[in-house]
């Protein structure tokens, strides 16, 4: 039912060494996660810059206004004739808490 208890003696600069060698092992077999945003081109779409936030594309429009409310959320690009979004300026917004309260 129980299993056995071993009790061992260590000194604490033993224990601390002990556990120096374990996160060194377990350090050196980590593996960074990929970066969030990495496969999103430089250059969004509106459609992948919606997609991204989660928002619908009429979302994304009105986030392109200034009001007396807030400030524009994100301010697309125009490169011959064509809306874009920076990557990074997405990624952003992404990470940026906001709280939009509707009247």
Do not use: C
Not at 5 to 23: C, F, H, K, Y
Not at 47 to 52: D, F, L, S
């Amino acid at each position: 039912m129980y299993g056995t208890v071993l009790q061992i003696s260590m000194t604490p600069d033993q224990l601390n060494e002990l556990i120096r060698g374990a996160v060194r092992s377990e350090l050196a077999n980590y593996t960074p996660p990929v970066p969030e945003g990495s496969t999103l081109p430089e250059l969004l779409t509106r459609r992948q810059t919606a997609q991204a936030l989660q928002v619908s594309l009429t979302t994304l429009h009105d986030w392109a206004k200034d009001t007396d409310e807030r400030a524009a959320v994100l301010v697309p690009l125009k490169i011959n004739g064509r809306v874009r979004y920076r990557r990074s300026e997405v990624l952003a917004a992404l990470k940026e808490k906001r709280r939009f309260k509707a009247e």
